[in-house]
């Protein structure tokens, strides 16, 4: 059994608590936040132990979860590394590339686990068609929400953008090769809503739109190849696809996308699970630091897009 904690539980670190809390292979050691009110609250909730500071930890756990904002990733994720912990660490990976790069060295010379929590890896309709996406010609993603309760230290594009770019790395396997991005701030002073066009050597484009002002939530992905469409609904579980033989004669009755309604999982625990089962196995996981450093590189050529333009 692993020892655990959670680093940060506000709105999501409370979550990440409840899913440590109930695996057969955890043992909760504790949880951290700097309103010491607010972890005695979600420990006795998971029945654990409330810790002032992250480095009361060291020598009582083997793997945590770091959900605290993103300007401290760095700072706290690193001691831990040290020590030799097991980190799950909350996307974006870190607020710069030069504190992302220095913590997959890190992780890698001490081998081990750093996971980045881009958790629409882990959504049933992905893993359900994750093979069968093979050399897209279009990618469309949206993804809209309403303005968070929780507070955000990050624009949309590190706070809900990034998401996408992950799942169009996973898919396309490469770094695009010329972007493109427009944004407006509408709530904050940071940019609320942007949309954004990659281009990538083999000559696939990705379309994504990230969104915190709006009345409802969506998450949907729409994937273009030779012969196959889908249409993949993150938040209701459900997809369409429509598989055709290439370049062969079609009939109208051919054109009917098939409509497939999944059973919808609990992402966060099985991210975690996956987590868990990483470090017990010596196995890769399936969203590494260099998946979480390549998709911050591409927030940031967006990021200074916005700046320049």
């Given at each position: 059994m692993l020892r655990t904690a959670v680093i940060g539980v506000g709105y999501l670190g409370r979550f990440h608590a409840q899913k440590y809390a109930q695996l057969a292979n955890s043992e909760l050691v504790g949880v951290v936040d700097s309103d010491y009110?607010?972890?005695?609250v979600v420990a006795k909730e998971t029945g654990t132990r409330a810790f002032k500071n992250h480095e009361d930890l060291l020598g009582k756990v083997d793997a945590v979860s770091i959900v605290v904002p993103t300007v401290h990733h760095h700072?706290?994720?690193r001691p831990l590394l040290e020590a030799g912990i097991h980190v799950l660490l909350e996307k974006p990976i870190a607020s710069t590339l030069a504190e992302a790069e220095d913590l997959e060295k890190l992780a890698s010379q001490q081998q081990l686990?750093?996971?980045i929590g881009h958790v629409q890896r882990y959504n049933v309709v992905f893993k359900e068609f994750r093979e069968s996406i093979q050399q897209p010609k279009f990618i469309e993603n949206l993804r809209i929400a309403p303005f968070p309760k929780r507070g955000t230290d990050v624009d949309v594009i590190l706070d809900l953008m990034i998401h996408d770019i992950d799942l169009v790395l996973a898919v396309t396997g490469e770094l695009p090769i010329k972007v493109d991005c427009t944004g407006v701030s509408i709530l904050t002073p940071l940019t609320d809503l942007a949309h954004a066009r990659l281009v990538f050597p083999d000559g696939c484009v990705a379309s994504l739109t990230a969104s915190r002002v709006s009345d409802k939530a969506e998450r949907k992905m729409r994937i273009f190849q030779n012969g196959l469409y889908l249409s993949l609904d993150f938040g209701t579980g459900q997809a369409r696809k429509l598989q055709v033989n290439f370049l062969s004669e079609l009939s109208p009755e051919d054109?009917?996308?098939e409509t497939l309604q999944l059973e919808r999982g609990d992402d966060?625990?099985?991210e975690i699970a996956d987590f868990l089962e990483c470090i017990e196995q010596d196995n890769s996981p399936q969203v590494s630091a260099k998946d979480g450093r390549r998709?911050?590189?591409v927030a940031w050529q967006l990021k200074d897009l916005l700046v320049t333009n």
């Open positions: 009110t607010r972890a005695t700072q706290i994720t686990v750093l996971q054109l009917q996308p966060l625990l099985a998709a911050l590189q």
